[in-house]
Each structure stands twice: as structure tokens, then as C-alpha cells.
């Protein structure tokens, strides 16, 4: 089974500012695909962004973008010029061959005014 | 944008009754899913269904929980006799094709508040 670990409760950041999240994964398959998804206190899940493991460039998504390691099996988040909006619980997300989600823990993000 | 609905959004249930959380994934989707989140812990995977079947389900999905495609539109998860331990936000989501990199589509969840 796979394992996704965030090791961040928590992080807060000033607005306008950058803040970069953590993600380290376990598996022992080649392919496979990653996933960030943010978690406002709306509780609805939304996908901010994905990597495919294939894939040496890292993706970027507007103010999103990712650091991906294949080697140290790490999936960072940064998030850029951060807004109020941003504040929210993000959750690195795993997929491979099962095709089931398997989620971390989650970070919690306070974008500070 | 097409989205995935889920109702009601919160139900509130004595334990031991039963309770039918229903969904409608976007209409040309073919994979769908139900995940539980426990307040304050991580999104866990209970179910994936394909075909009218069930693809896989967790150890948490056990006789206790069913699902059902029951008109080719509504997805709905049932728990026959609710536990307090049952309270929890459940996400219904779905996607389109079979490939690993196609995004689920979460809906906004359903919190269910066992009594």
C-alpha cells in the first residue's frame, strides 16, 4: 500500500508572500500520478494541480506550482504570491495502479492579511 | 463547469437508523468513488465503482455499507445501521476515463452527524 506523509500541521504566511508545503510518498511503482487538492473551510475538495510521475517538468498552475523529486519521492507545493482566498487545508493526493486516492494527513494554510 | 452534487448536506441521524447519501457525478463520468473524512483526520478511500460494480473497497466499507447506480444518474452510498463512529464528511467523486492521471471531481460533501 501506498503511504503519502505531509509533515507540516500547520504553516501561516503574510500575504503576498511564498510558502512551500511538503509531500513525501511511498510506493514501489513506476508510474503513477500526484495530486494536490485544497480543502477551504467550506469543506468542499478542490484540485489545485497534478504531476504525472512520468514527467521531468514540474507542473505549474498560475500562482501553484510543484517540486517534484522522483528519486527522493518528494512532491512539494509552493504557493506564490499567496492570497486570503488561499487559506485553506491542502492534501497531497497518490494514484497508481489501484486507482484510488490515497490522501495525507494535510497542512493547514493561514495567509495572514 | 460540470460538478458533482451531492445531498443533503448535512444529515443528522439517530444510531441505528439508516441513512442514504446520494450524489449525482457529472454525466459523462464512468468511475465513481465515495471517501470519508472523520473531523480533523485525513480523506479516506471507502469505495470505487465501475460498470455497475464495485471495483475495490477498503476495510472500512464493510456489510454495514452499500452502494448503488439505481437510475443511471444518482450514485447513492447507504449505511444500514448507523454507529456514532460513522460521523464523518463524505465525498462522493467521479472521473471520466480509466486512466490514473484523470482528476476525480469531488463534490462539496455530504457531514453526517450520528446522534
Known amino acids: 500500500a501506498q503511504t503519502v506523509t505531509q509533515s507540516q500541521p500547520e504553516m501561516s504566511v503574510q500575504e503576498a508572500e511564498t510558502v512551500t508545503l511538503s509531500c513525501t510518498y511511498d510506493t514501489s511503482e513506476s508510474n503513477y500520478y500526484l495530486f494536490w487538492y485544497k480543502q477551504p473551510p467550506s469543506r468542499q475538495m478542490i484540485l489545485v494541480i497534478r504531476?504525472?510521475?512520468?514527467?521531468?517538468q514540474n507542473a505549474t498552475e498560475n500562482r501553484f506550482s510543484v517540486n517534484f523529486q522522483k528519486a527522493a519521492k518528494s512532491f512539494s507545493l509552493k504557493i506564490s504570491d499567496s492570497q486570503l482566498g488561499d487559506t485553506a487545508m491542502y492534501f497531497c493526493a497518490f494514484i497508481g495502479n489501484d486507482y484510488k486516492l490515497s490522501f495525507g494527513a494535510g497542512t493547514t494554510v493561514t495567509v495572514r492579511a | 463547469e460540470p460538478e458533482v452534487t451531492q445531498t443533503p448536506s448535512h444529515q443528522v441521524t439517530q444510531m441505528g437508523q439508516e441513512v442514504i447519501l446520494r450524489c449525482v457525478p457529472i454525466s459523462n463520468h464512468l468511475y465513481f468513488y465515495w471517501y470519508r473524512q472523520i473531523l480533523g483526520q485525513k480523506v479516506e478511500f471507502l469505495v470505487s465503482?465501475?460498470?455497475?460494480?464495485?471495483?475495490?473497497k477498503s476495510e472500512i466499507f464493510d456489510d454495514q455499507f452499500s452502494v448503488e447506480r439505481p437510475d443511471g444518474s444518482n450514485f447513492t452510498l447507504k449505511i444500514r445501521s448507523t454507529k456514532l463512529e460513522d460521523s464523518a464528511m463524505y465525498f462522493c467523486?467521479?472521473?471520466?476515463?480509466?486512466?490514473?492521471?484523470?482528476?476525480?471531481?469531488f463534490g462539496d460533501g455530504t457531514r453526517l452527524s450520528i446522534l
Open positions: 467523486a467521479s472521473k471520466g476515463g480509466g486512466w490514473s492521471n484523470q482528476p476525480q471531481h
Open positions: 504531476q504525472e510521475a512520468y514527467k521531468q
Open positions: 465503482f465501475y460498470n455497475n460494480e464495485i471495483s475495490e
